[in-house]
Nanobody, 121 residues
Framework: QVQLVESGGGLVQAGGSLRLSCAAS????????MGWYRQAPGKQRELVAV???????NYADSVKGRFTISRDNAKNMVYLQMNSLQPEDTAVYYC???????????????WGQGTQVTVSS
């Protein structure tokens, strides 16, 4: 199994910044993509940003130019730098990875517990 632990959420005023971190641990064979999703109250979970093992990234249109995703493959960590935060960015942010265990053949999605980000106006 692969465990993901997020940190860095909190309360910030509109226009402010936060940096989320996510550490992957456990029985890790290989990691493919790492990414961040978010879920606001009453809404479906949505993709925020994803980064592949080779480095290419993909962002939701709503965060392009404001958020930056990065990863440290040596530490099995992924980060999300969030700038110019707006009240509509308020949500629980979840870390996600697509990985397989050592010797395993199947790729699986793993999720963290989530970290709350609240942006006040």
């Amino acid at each position: 199994q692969v465990q993901l632990v997020e940190s860095g959420g909190g309360l910030v005023q509109a226009g402010g910044s936060l940096r989320l971190s996510c550490a992957a641990s456990g029985s890790i064979g290989r990691i493919n993509t790492m990414g961040w999703y978010r879920q606001a109250p009453g809404k479906q979970r949505e993709l925020v940003a994803v980064i592949t093992n080779g480095g290419p990234t993909n962002y939701a249109d709503s965060v392009k130019g404001r958020f930056t995703i990065s990863r440290d493959n040596a530490k099995n960590m992924v980060y999300l730098q969030m700038n110019s935060l707006q009240p509509e960015d308020t949500a629980v942010y979840y870390c996600n990875t697509n990985a397989r265990t050592p010797g395993g053949y199947l790729w699986r999605d793993y999720w963290g517990q989530g970290t709350q980000v609240t942006v006040s106006s």
